[in-house]
């Protein structure tokens, strides 16, 4: 797909780091799958990986972490 940040750019298999932060907890996850913008290096997610990064979030604040970084792991399906 055309990058729509840059417009100029393809977007590719690949990784990125992401830092999220809710309520005085930051996590870093590194290694997380996306598409990345050959250009200007804009990083898109799927579904599926933005909402397990979501639930890697609250339980970090649930557990009461300031600041923690880990490995991407993806998350195990419910296909029930």
Known sequence: MKCVICKNGETRDGTTTVTLTRNG???V???VPA???SNCGEAYLDEA????????VARAVQSGV???VREYVAPVG???
């Open 35 to 37: 598409r990345v913008c």
């Open 25 to 27: 907890t930051t996590v």
């Open 66 to 68: 300031e600041v923690e």
């Open 49 to 56: 990986t933005t909402a397990g990064l979501q639930d890697v």
């Open 29 to 31: 996850v590194k290694s």
């Open 78 to 80: 419910n296909d029930a």
